[in-house]
Antibody
C-alpha cells in the first residue's frame, strides 16, 4: 500500500525556518517524481515545488522561489522541503504528492503556521 | 503560465441529481487534465486522469470529458458521500475548486 507521511510542521515566527519531511513507503520511491502542494486555511490548492526522481530537475512556484528548497534522499525514501524566510502567507497545510503530470497519491498533510 | 478556471465555484444539489462541473484552461493542454475530490480535513483524492480515465476504485458515476481548453466532470447520480470540493489540475496549476453542497 502506498503511504506518504508528512512531518515537521508547527508554529514559527515570521522570518523563521522550518524543514518538512515526507516518508514514503509501499512503492519504489526512487522511480517517482514528487511534489509539495499547499492549502491555506479555507482556500484552494497551490502547487509549491517539484523534484524529479533523480533530483536532476527541480521547479518552484514563484511565490516561494529563493526561499524554499526541495530535496530528496532516495536511500531513505524521503522527501524534504526546507522553508526559510517564512511569511504569514505561507501558513497552510503542506502535502507531499507523488507523480509528474498526475499526482496520484497524497499524504495527509502537515500544518505550518507562521505567526508572531 | 497556464491558468485553470473552474465553474461554478459552488453549487447545491440533491441526492440523485446529475452534476456537471467545468474547467477551462487559458491555453490548449491537450488531454493533460486531472480531477480531484477533497473532503474537509482530508487530502485530495484523484478521480479522473488524462481528462477521461477513471482512477482505479472510483465509482463509475464519475466521468470526465474534454480536450484542448474545455473540460467537464460529471457525476451521473449524486450520492451522499459525493458532497465535497472538486478541483481540476493541469500539471502544476489547479482550478479554484467547486464546492458541492446539499440542497
Amino acid at each position: 500500500e502506498v503511504q506518504l507521511v508528512e512531518s515537521g510542521g508547527g508554529l514559527v515566527q515570521p522570518g523563521g525556518s522550518l524543514r518538512l519531511s515526507c516518508a514514503a513507503s509501499g512503492f519504489t520511491f526512487s522511480s517517482y517524481s514528487m511534489n509539495w502542494v499547499r492549502q491555506a486555511p479555507g482556500k484552494g490548492l497551490e502547487w509549491v515545488s517539484y523534484i524529479s526522481s533523480s533530483s536532476s530537475t527541480i521547479y518552484y512556484a514563484d511565490s516561494v522561489k529563493g526561499r524554499f528548497t526541495i530535496s530528496r534522499d532516495n536511500a531513505k525514501n524521503s522527501l524534504y522541503l526546507q522553508m526559510n524566510s517564512l511569511r504569514d502567507e505561507d501558513t497552510a497545510v503542506y502535502y507531499c504528492a507523488r507523480g509528474t503530470v498526475t499526482t496520484d497519491y497524497w499524504g495527509q498533510g502537515t500544518l505550518v503556521t507562521v505567526s508572531s | 503560465d497556464i491558468q485553470m478556471t473552474q465553474s461554478p465555484s459552488s453549487l447545491s444539489a440533491s441526492v440523485g441529481d446529475r452534476v456537471t462541473i467545468t474547467c477551462r484552461a487559458s491555453q490548449s493542454i491537450s488531454s493533460y487534465l486531472n480531477w480531484y475530490q477533497q473532503k474537509p480535513g482530508k487530502a485530495p483524492k484523484l478521480l479522473i486522469y488524462a481528462a477521461s480515465s477513471l482512477q482505479s476504485g472510483v465509482p463509475s458515476r464519475f466521468s470526465g470529458s474534454g480536450s484542448g481548453t474545455d473540460f467537464t466532470l460529471t457525476i451521473s447520480s449524486l450520492q451522499p458521500e459525493d458532497f465535497a470540493t472538486y478541483y481540476c489540475q493541469q500539471s502544476w496549476a489547479f482550478g479554484g475548486g467547486t464546492k458541492v453542497e446539499i440542497k
